[in-house]
């Protein structure tokens, strides 16, 4: 098993930034990409940006630009640094660990909330 611990969310203005990070523990050489979904009331979970083994990484079209993801392998911990922060942004975003870069894992953290205020 894999746990994921999250911090870093809060309330911003819009046009703010926020660093969310994400460790990782238990059986971490299990998995080779990392994530963070996101959540709005009413909406789908949707992918906001992952990485993996090599540092490839995986950008939803609506964050590229001003999202970037980034690890930190001897902390076995990622993170999600949020500039340029638009209200549409508002969320909770979700950790994930898995295998693929494009689909979602078997783990996940409990999520923290974003809010950006106009």
């Known amino acids: 098993q894999v746990q994921l611990v999250e911090s870093g969310g809060g309330l911003v203005q819009a046009g703010g930034s926020l660093r969310l990070s994400c460790t990782a523990s238990?059986?971490?050489?299990?998995?080779?990409?990392m994530g963070w979904y996101r959540q709005a009331p009413g909406m789908q979970r949707e992918l906001v940006a992952s990485i993996a083994s090599g540092d490839s990484t995986n950008y939803v079209d609506s964050v590229k630009g001003r999202f970037t993801i980034s690890r930190d392998n001897a902390k076995n911990t990622v993170y999600l640094q949020m500039n340029s922060l638009k209200p549409e942004d508002t969320a909770v975003y979700y950790c994930?660990?898995?295998?693929?870069?494009?689909?979602?894992?078997?783990?996940w953290g409990q999520g923290t909330q974003v809010t950006v205020s106009s």
């Open positions: 994930n660990a898995g295998y693929s870069r494009t689909n979602a894992g078997p783990y």
């Open positions: 238990g059986r971490v050489f299990s998995i080779n990409a």
